[in-house]
């Protein structure tokens, strides 16, 4: 099958990273024919003003300097289009995502461009792609009342349009590492490919 994987990491760990080695596995297991990569290590900007301002103008209307403010966000939008699965690594940073991934994810909830608001509510237009996401914690259980990553991750994902969306969980593993790798591992060769 044609598939491309965007791969996304955001840990902040090149080295020694529970869900850097999680997603590479995923995305061997998924065998792709080609890899979109995205390390968040290199880092995306913030919001600004400006860029607000430039991505409420309409498409046609905007200047030089305010398409150029938005080309980064294009691309990753481009990046993400192009994608038919997405694989995301999440370290649980303060009981949320990190800040990196939410960087990307407010460079990539573009209306007009991966939703839309109609007559009856917001709608997602990237529908058909799947999302695996390799989550690791130290302490934090993954849909506990203070995991604040998965639900909204599933919850942004699915604001796009993205539904199909399956976690990888190597969590609490400060309690039981072992375990944990154990229930990850699992949960990898269960995925269907
Ligand atoms: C800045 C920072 C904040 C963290 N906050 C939490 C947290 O709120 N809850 C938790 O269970 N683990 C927390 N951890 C632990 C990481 O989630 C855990 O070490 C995970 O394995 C990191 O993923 P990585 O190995 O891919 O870097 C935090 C780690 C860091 C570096």
Do not use: C
């Not at 598939?3 to 990491?9: C, G």
């Not at 990237?126 to 390799?134: F, N, S």
């Not at 690791?136 to 259980?141: D, K, M, V, W």
């Amino acid at each position: 099958m044609t598939q491309t994987v965007l791969h996304i990491d955001a840990s902040a760990r090149t080295q020694g990273s529970t869900t850097r080695g999680l997603t590479a596995q995923i995305v061997e297991r998924l065998g792709a024919d080609q890899v979109i990569r995205r390390d968040l290590t290199s880092p995306l900007p913030q919001l600004t003003e400006d860029w607000v301002n430039a991505n409420f103008t309409p498409a046609d209307d905007r200047n030089t300097a305010q398409n150029e403010l938005l080309a980064l966000s294009d691309q990753l939008v481009e990046e993400l289009k192009s994608a038919d699965t997405l694989v995301i690594g999440v370290p649980i940073y303060n009981f949320a995502v990190p800040a990196s991934l939410k960087a990307w994810i407010d460079l990539v909830a573009r209306a007009g461009l991966t939703f839309a608001y109609t007559e009856t509510g917001p709608k997602g237009l990237l529908e058909g792609k799947r999302a695996i996401i390799a989550v690791a914690s130290g302490g934090t259980p993954i849909g506990s009342e203070v995991d604040f990553a998965t639900g909204y991750l599933r919850h942004v994902l699915g604001f796009i349009g993205i539904t199909d969306v399956e976690f990888v969980a190597a969590d609490a593993m400060m309690m039981d590492a072992d375990a944990a790798m154990a229930r990850a591992q699992s949960a990898i060769d269960a995925l269907a490919v």
